[in-house]
């Protein structure tokens, strides 16, 4: 079921704004898709299927919020520190004498990944 409360984008990746989602009929859901630099007007069904099953590209997908986080964290031989700072510098005011390596860590995945 669509929401206005969610993003989303069709399958082919153009930007979506969804106007309303009870507009009754077969194509309760109204928007637009984001073509050559302007905004069109386009309907889906409840489950954001497009009105011409042809066109299956129209289609909505739900796009999800990412997790972006950094941090650092301190190499030493035989295995990593349990702990993880936010700065190198922290890290490296925290590392003790036989660090062999202080790497940056990054994540950046979709909300709920790998559940």
């Known amino acids: 079921m669509i929401s206005k409360d969610k993003k ?11 106007y309303a989602v009870d507009g009754g009929g077969r194509y309760p859901v109204h928007g637009a898709i984001f073509v050559d630099g302007t905004w069109s007007q386009e309907n889906w069904k409840s489950d954001g299927s497009n009105i011409d ?13 990412r997790i972006q986080h ?12 349990t702990n993880r ?11 003790v004498q036989d660090r062999i390596a202080c790497v940056k860590i990054t994540i950046d995945c979709e909300e709920g990944e790998g559940l």
């Open 8 to 18: 989303y984008r069709t399958k082919s990746g153009r930007e979506v704004r969804i």
């Open 53 to 65: 099953s042809l066109e299956d590209s129209l289609s909505l997908i739900e796009v999800k919020p």
């Open 70 to 81: 950094a941090f650092w964290l301190n190499v030493y031989r035989g295995s990593l520190s």
């Open 85 to 95: 700072y936010n700065t190198k510098e922290l890290a490296d005011l925290n590392a």
